[in-house]
């Protein structure tokens, strides 16, 4: 059996907050509950599992999206009001076309680093 993930536990300041605004960003289905988690399912049967902590880690998340999925995100955000970079540091305001395709990060309400490209890393 070839090893895949499954679901990643993701600390937040807001569990249900935290799984709503990464829901609705990415275009995915509302969050479900699972025990005490707020659940997010992403593709394949991966899940990111969000529960709320008293201190959360920055955390860095990536998404391989389609070109129209990377504008619909973007469309999102801007109608949001949250800004974007071109790079995880901050420093370049927008998104980049640095590896044959588009990238963005943005950061979610616990701090976390959210970055979407519609091509992988070579």
């Known amino acids: 059996m070839a090893v895949e993930l499954n679901h990643t536990i993701v600390h937040a300041g807001d569990q249900d907050a935290e799984a709503a605004f990464v829901a609705d960003v990415l275009g995915l289905p509302a969050p479900t509950r699972y025990g005490p988690f707020t659940v997010v399912a992403v593709a394949n049967g991966v899940s990111l599992d969000f529960m709320t902590s008293g201190e959360t880690t920055a955390q860095h998340y990536a998404f391989l999206i389609s070109e129209r999925e990377f504008d619909d ?50």
């Open 73 to 122: 995100v973007a469309a999102r955000l801007a109608a949001g009001g949250v800004a974007t970079w071109a790079d995880p540091w901050h420093r370049r305001p927008g998104h980049n076309t640095d590896h044959g395709g588009r990238g963005m990060y943005f950061d979610s309400p616990s701090g976390h680093v959210l970055e979407v490209l519609t091509a992988p890393y070579a």
